[in-house]
């Protein structure tokens, strides 16, 4: 069975992509929202159900302030509008990550579009802001051991199951996960939640990884044989 139900895209190379074409960083982090605006959409109009992408790491906040405040200020404003967007489609938004040092400005947007899109149920948009996957396990296993502390939990009840349900969000698995750039590393993504994932990674930067791009990956799933530690099948 090789469905399709949860997607997770490294938004890798807007800086190179700025760079080939003699603009600034920023210009390149615009226009790969501008693509994730458009790609979200048509990848919810699919009919994929979750879709995760790693917006900014907790290792991203070593870069130089200026790239840094754009980028905040770019989130605190996309949410806004494009929150609304995706809203008014039916999509649930999560967060996932550390809330600090995440200025107030964007935490209130975050807690904010959380809020209006908490019923919708057409699909789950997981933006990962300030995330590593980490910290995500670290504080996973912190929560667990405060319930058997607490004596909600036995020890001997803890199950994989446990576990996800004490990630950040309560997602299913990852299925494909995608690096735009080249790049072939997690660089901390969703560590626990990429255990059987299929991995693609185009050459192309995520300003162009478009519509078209994002089909090529799809059809290359489709071709992947999982079998999730089994044996392979007779066909
Ligand atoms: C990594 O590529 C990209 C980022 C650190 C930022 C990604 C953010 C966006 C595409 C905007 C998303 C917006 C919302 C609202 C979720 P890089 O800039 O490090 O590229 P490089 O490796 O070529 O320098």
Redesign the pocket.
């Known amino acids: 069975m090789n469905d399709l139900k949860h997607v997770a895209i490294i ?7 700025a ?1 080939e074409k003699g603009l600034s ?1 920023s210009k ?2 615009y226009h ?2 501008t693509n ?1 605006k458009k790609l979200s959409e048509y990848i919810f109009d699919k009919g994929i159900k979750v879709l995760s ?1 790693y ?3 907790t290792e ?1 906040f070593k870069r130089d302030k200026k790239e840094v405040d754009y ?1 905040m200020n ?2 605190q404003k ?2 806004k509008g ?1 929150g609304e967007v995706l809203n008014q489609k039916g999509v649930k938004v999560v967060f996932s990550g550390r809330r600090d040092p995440l200025p107030k400005g964007v935490l209130n947007t975050i807690d904010d579009i959380s809020s209006k899109t908490k019923n919708n149920t057409k699909g789950i948009f997981n ?1 990962c ?1 300030n995330y590593g996957g980490q910290y995500e396990i670290l504080d996973a296993v912190k929560n667990i051991s405060k319930k058997v502390k607490e004596e909600k939990l036995e020890i001997d009840d803890i199950t994989l199951e446990t576990v996800y349900q004490n990630m950040y969000q309560d997602l299913p698995p990852v299925d494909l996960m995608i690096r735009t ?1 080249g790049e072939q590393r997690l660089s901390n993504f969703l560590l626990f939640q990429n255990a059987y994932a299929e991995f693609y990674f185009p050459k192309v ?2 300003p162009d990884f478009n519509e078209k791009e994002f089909d090529k990956a799809v059809e290359e799933y489709h071709n992947r044989d999982r079998r999730f530690g089994n044996v392979k099948e007779n066909k």
Not at 11 to 17: K, T
């Open positions: 938004l890798d190379g807007n800086g190179r992509w760079k960083r390149g982090h790969g929202f994730l992408v917006a900014f790491s991203n980028l770019l989130f996309a949410f494009y933006i802001i750039s930067y995520f």
